[in-house]
């Protein structure tokens, strides 16, 4: 499994950014996807979450209602459109994809097995 994330940059508050991560390696049909993100000094923590067969999706609450997670199932490629950026935003955000099984959505790092490169994204005040 390779996951490519692609689409950070520098924003001004309450600005916009599209992230995306391309899949390939495997049919993703049976797997979970998920976005991450870290800031400097602190641990990683779980922003989305979308299961590739349904859409389902799942969201942090730090995050719901400004950040949507989606997908496109014929390029292989999950989406995280981040709208109203607040400078407590600011960090390296990750894609990543774990093997579905019955419970979703899994928010913990460890549950992932799979992971991207990481893309910046940094919101100025």
């Known amino acids: 499994v390779q996951l490519q994330a692609s689409g950070g940059g520098l924003v001004q508050a309450g600005g916009s950014l599209r992230l995306s991560c391309a899949a390939s390696?495997?049919?993703?049909?049976?797997?979970?996807m998920g976005w991450f993100r870290q800031a400097p000094g602190k641990e990683r923590e779980f922003v989305a979450a979308?299961?590739?067969?349904?859409?389902?999706?799942y969201y942090a609450d730090s995050v719901k209602g400004r950040f949507t997670i989606s997908k496109d199932n014929a390029k292989n490629t999950i989406f995280l459109q981040l709208n109203n950026l607040t400078p407590e935003d600011t960090a390296v955000y990750y894609c990543?994809?774990?093997?579905?099984?019955?419970?979703?959505?899994?928010?913990?790092?460890?549950?992932?097995?799979?992971w991207g490169q990481g893309t910046q994204v940094t919101v100025s005040s």
């Open positions: 390696g495997r049919t993703f049909s049976n797997y979970d």
């Open positions: 979308i299961t590739w067969n349904t859409g389902l999706t």
């Open positions: 990543a994809a774990r093997i579905r099984t019955w419970d979703f959505p899994r928010v913990e790092v460890t549950s992932y097995g799979y």
